[in-house]
């Protein structure tokens, strides 16, 4: 999928019952202690790449978790490479991923120097079969682990495709949107066995830069992994560009100014999405 729609789905995250307190993006330099922090973002909004920087530097993780990078790609990261923006960008062919420039993400590299990375991102074509064929066929012999092989009840499933229909400007198909709310949980998943293994591997904590779509309590990957490890404490922090109305699914939320984008519903307007 194209990420300006990871941009959108960011976008539309819409407010249901939960308890959260809106903080100041100062207040993200002591961030209350935790296993898992998940730290949301808008992709395209430097401030939020800012923010991020500035949590994981008080935060100082044992483990980062990318959404944005494979498990291959994230085993390129090396200590030395990591100091260097341009040289990390070209081993990680980042140019060609599809995310935001290299050098918003650059510093949370920087903010935690020793720890290890993982990354999380799926295979384009193994998305476009959990469209398909589901996020349970797809994940495979774990998806048990994560609860995909339970189907989202009526009404769960009622909520998410409308998200889904939102976030994606109203453009798709009808009959594609449930398989769009599997890719996005196969994408939750993908997050959530990579934090595990990132706590596996350091004993944590570990700190998540993704979407804050994926960041929320209520569906994203904090209730996988309070289906998987439920003795995990999990702190999830949401980004926004405006204030969203009523109660928000995150633990701590930060809003910060939008930035000046063209539109992006245009391209799907036009034809240009693809899974």
């Not at 991020?52 to 990318?66: N, W």
């Not at 060609?96 to 990354?119: E, N, Q």
Request: hydrophobic share 45%; glycine share 8%; aromatic share 4%.
């Amino acid at each position: 999928m194209k990420r300006c729609l990871l941009l959108a789905a960011g976008l539309a995250v819409v407010a249901r019952p939960g308890l959260a307190d809106r903080i100041e993006p100062a207040q993200l330099a002591r961030l209350p202690l935790a296993d898992v922090v998940l730290l949301g973002e808008v992709h395209d909004n430097p401030r939020h790449h800012e923010n991020q920087a500035v949590a994981v530097a008080g935060l100082r993780p044992a483990a980062l978790v990318f959404e944005m990078l494979t498990a291959e790609q994230a085993a390129l990261v090396t200590p030395d490479l990591r100091q260097n923006e341009r040289k990390l960008a070209l081993r990680l062919d980042w140019d060609r991923s599809g995310w935001p420039d290299f050098g918003m993400y650059h510093p949370i590299f920087l903010a935690a120097p020793d720890a290890l990375v993982f990354g999380a991102e799926m295979p384009r074509e193994d998305v476009r079969r959990a469209v398909a064929d589901g996020a349970a066929a797809t994940f495979g012999a774990e998806a048990s682990r994560f609860g995909l092989d339970r189907p989202l009840d009526p009404e769960e499933l009622a909520r998410r495709t409308e998200e889904q229909r939102v976030a994606h400007c109203d453009a798709l198909p009808a009959d594609l949107l449930p398989g769009m709310v599997e890719a996005q949980r196969l994408r939750d998943a993908s997050l959530a066995l990579a934090v595990l293994e990132a706590m596996e591997a350091t004993g944590g904590p570990v700190a998540v830069i993704t979407g804050t779509g994926h960041a929320r309590r209520d569906v994203g990957v904090p209730s996988l992994l309070a289906e998987a490890a439920p003795h995990l404490r999990v702190l999830s922090v949401g980004q926004f560009e405006q204030v969203p109305e009523g109660e928000v699914p995150f633990d701590m939320w930060v809003v910060t100014a939008p930035v000046a984008r063209d539109d992006p519903c245009a391209g799907l307007r036009e034809g240009g999405m693809t899974p």
